[in-house]
C-alpha cells in the first residue's frame, strides 16, 4: 500500500497529506538482512516527523535532536501506552507504563535487584555461566550464536535473580520472541497470558513465604500507602522478563554479527582488552534495538509540526544513534569515538534499570568468548537473518572458528 492508496478517512484532520507514509514497524523492507541500514533508510528517504497509518496510526520521529526531547518529557509525553500496535485490553506493562510519581513506586525494587553491588555478584555469576558456555561450544568449531549462546546467558542471570528453574528457560524464551516481534496483538496477548498463568503460582508462594529475589521484593510493593495488586505483580514480574532477556539478547548478536564480519575490529578487542568497555558504548550506539511509543497528554509542536493530545508517538532508538547529524560517519564504528549519552536504554526517568546489568554482561560475552575464540567468522554459504520489532534482534547467526 502507497501512501496515496491509504484512505483518507483513516487519517486524522490535524494530519497534514504531505506527512503521511506507509511504514510497518514490523515490515521493513531489507530488515531481515540488516534490519539497521533498513532503519537508516526510513531515516533518510523521509521527513523529520512522520505519520504512519499502521495499527491505528501514530507518529514517528526520526532525529536524535527530537528524541532527544521527547524521551525525558514524561509530563507531555505519556508512557501509559508503550506497545505498538495497541490493544485495549491489554494488561499494563509495569514499571515502564507507570509515569511518576507512581513509577518510583514500582521501580523501587528494580533499583534495589539490580544495585552496582548486586550487579557485580551477578556479574561474576554471568561469567562462569559464560565461561562454561564458550568452553562447550568451542571443539565443536561452530554454533548458532543466538540459540546456543546468546538466548541462554541472559536468561540465567534472569531465573537466578528471580530464583526460578532453570528447566523452564527455553519455554520462557519463546514466548519472549512472540512478545517483541510480532505485529499481532492476538498472538501478544496469548504468550502474556501465558507467562502470567507461568508466574501466578510463584507470586503467590512469595507472598506467602518471600525471600532476597526480585519477585519477593515486588509483590511487598506499597503503592502510596497500598499493597501492590495481585494483578499489577504479576505485570512487573513479566516485564522484567521480557525486558532482561531479549535486549541483552539481540544486542550481543548484534555485536557478534558486526565482529565477524570486521575481523580488523574483532583483533583490536583482542589484542587491546582494555578497550572492551569503551568499544561497548560505541557498538551499542551503533546497534541499538527498542522501539517504543508514547501517549501525548496535551497538544504539542516538535519538529514543526502540531500532533494532538491522545496520539500517539513512535521512538526508534535506532534513529538516534544513526543520525549523521548527531554522530559524524554513523554508520561507521569507531572505538576512539567519544560516545556519550547515547540513546540505547532511553533517557529520562524511564531508562532502563537494568543498563548497568546489560553492559556487564556485553562485556563477560566480549572478554571471555575473545580470550578464547579470538578468531571467528560467518559460516561459509549463510548469513545472519535480522528482524525488526519492538526490539530488533538477530533470530540466527552460524558462526565458525577454527579447531585445534
Known amino acids: 500500500m502507497t501512501a496515496s492508496s491509504i484512505p483518507t478517512a483513516s487519517i486524522p484532520a490535524h494530519v497534514p497529506p504531505g506527512l503521511v507514509r506507509d511504514i510497518d514497524l514490523y515490515n521493513l523492507p531489507g530488515a531481515n538482512e540488516d534490519v539497521h541500514l533498513a532503519w537508516k533508510r526510513v ?166 513465604q518471600p525471600g532476597e529475589d526480585l519477585i519477593s521484593r515486588i509483590v511487598q510493593i506499597q503503592v502510596d500507602g497500598r499493597p501492590i495488586s495481585h494483578q499489577e505483580a504479576l505485570s512487573e514480574c513479566a516485564l522484567v522478563l521480557f525486558g532482561g532477556l531479549d535486549t541483552v539478547a539481540g544486542t550481543m548478536a548484534f555485536i557478534m554479527r558486526f565482529l565477524a564480519l570486521n575481523p580488523q575490529h574483532r583483533r583490536r578487542l583482542v589484542s587491546e582488552p582494555a578497550l572492551i568497555p569503551h568499544a561497548i558504548e560505541e557498538l551499542l550506539r551503533r546497534h541499538s534495538i527498542p522501539t517504543v511509543s508514547r501517549v501525548l497528554t496535551e497538544d504539542v509542536t516538535i519538529g514543526g509540526v502540531t500532533m494532538k493530545a491522545g496520539d500517539h508517538v513512535q521512538l526508534t532508538t535506532v534513529f538516534h544513534g544513526l543520525d549523521e547529524r548527531r554522530w559524524s560517519d554513523p554508520l561507521e564504528v569507531d572505538f576512539t569515538r567519544h560516545t556519550h549519552d547515547i540513546m540505547s536504554f532511553g533517557q529520562g526517568v524511564h531508562k532502563c534499570p537494568g543498563s548497568n546489568l546489560a553492559r556487564s554482561e556485553i562485556r563477560v560475552l566480549l572478554e571471555e568468548w575473545l580470550q578464547r575464540i579470538p578468531e571467528f567468522s560467518i559460516k561459509p554459504g549463510e548469513r545472519a537473518v535480522t528482524a525488526t520489532g519492538a526490539v530488533a534482534g538477530v533470530l540466527s547467526l552460524p558462526l565458525v572458528w577454527p579447531v585445534g
Request: proline fraction near 7%; charged fraction near 25%; hydrophobic fraction near 40%.
Open 43 to 208: 531515516q533518510d528517504e523521509n521527513p523529520d516527523v512522520f505519520y504512519t497509518p499502521r495499527y491505528g496510526g501514530y507518529w514517528v520521529v526520526t532525529r536524535a535532536a527530537l528524541l532527544e526531547r521527547i524521551w525525558p518529557d514524561h509530563e507531555r509525553f505519556s508512557s501509559r501506552h508503550i506497545a505498538i500496535p495497541r490493544g485495549e485490553d491489554e494488561q499494563q506493562q509495569l514499571p515502564i507504563e507507570a509515569d511518576p510519581p507512581a513509577h518510583r513506586y514500582y521501580r523501587a525494587p528494580l533499583n534495589t535487584a539490580l544495585s552496582p553491588k548486586a550487579v557485580r555478584r551477578l556479574t561474576e555469576r554471568a561469567r562462569g555461566i559464560a565461561a562454561q558456555l564458550i568452553e562447550g561450544l568451542k571443539p565443536r568449531g561452530e554454533c548458532e550464536f543466538v540459540h546456543q549462546f546468546a538466548s541462554l546467558l541472559p536468561m540465567e542471570v534472569f531465573l537466578s535473580i528471580v530464583d526460578l528453574p532453570s528447566k523452564d528457560r527455553e519455554w520462557l524464551i519463546a514466548r519472549t520472541e512472540i512478545m517483541t516481534r510480532g505485529g499481532d496483538v492476538a498472538a501478544r496477548q496469548a504468550a502474556l497470558q501465558e507467562v502470567f498463568g507461568y508466574l501466578q503460582g510463584w507470586v503467590e508462594q512469595r507472598r506467602a
